[in-house]
Nanobody
């Protein structure tokens, strides 16, 4: 089973940008739909964005719509979360998740839909 590893977190000022990457270990992500989730301090894990196996369909949460973009480069076996206009309330541990998918256009929004999870990367938005 493929494993995923996130990178790119860090400390950024409000209004700044960060780009997170999700890579595979022990396999490829080209046959997997993927999602980004986050867990803020004292809160449950919530979906941020999701992308189909092909990258042809995506979804972002209302709370980040217009600021965050999910994409993938299957040639490089990477999935990205571009975060612009960051706010203090975006502070959280961000997780990449993946699940093997036979469907080109389907993405998944629920934690239970995924079977491969990264360890998470911390994103802190503070002045």
């Amino acid at each position: 089973q493929v494993q995923v590893i996130e990178s790119g977190g860090g400390l950024v000022q409000p209004g700044g940008s960060l780009s997170l990457s999700c890579a595979a270990s022990g396999g490829t992500l080209t046959q997997h739909a993927a999602g980004w989730f986050r867990r803020a301090p004292g809160k449950g894990r919530e979906v941020v964005a999701a992308i189909s196996r092909t990258g042809l369909t995506t979804n972002v949460a209302d709370s980040v719509k217009g600021r965050f973009t999910v994409s993938r480069d299957n040639a490089k076996n990477l999935i990205y979360l571009q975060m612009n206009g960051l706010k203090p309330e975006d502070t959280a541990v961000y997780y990449c998740a993946a699940v093997r998918s036979a469907y080109a256009f389907i993405y998944y929004l629920k934690e239970e839909d995924y079977d491969a999870w990264g360890q998470g990367t911390q994103v802190t938005v503070s002045s």
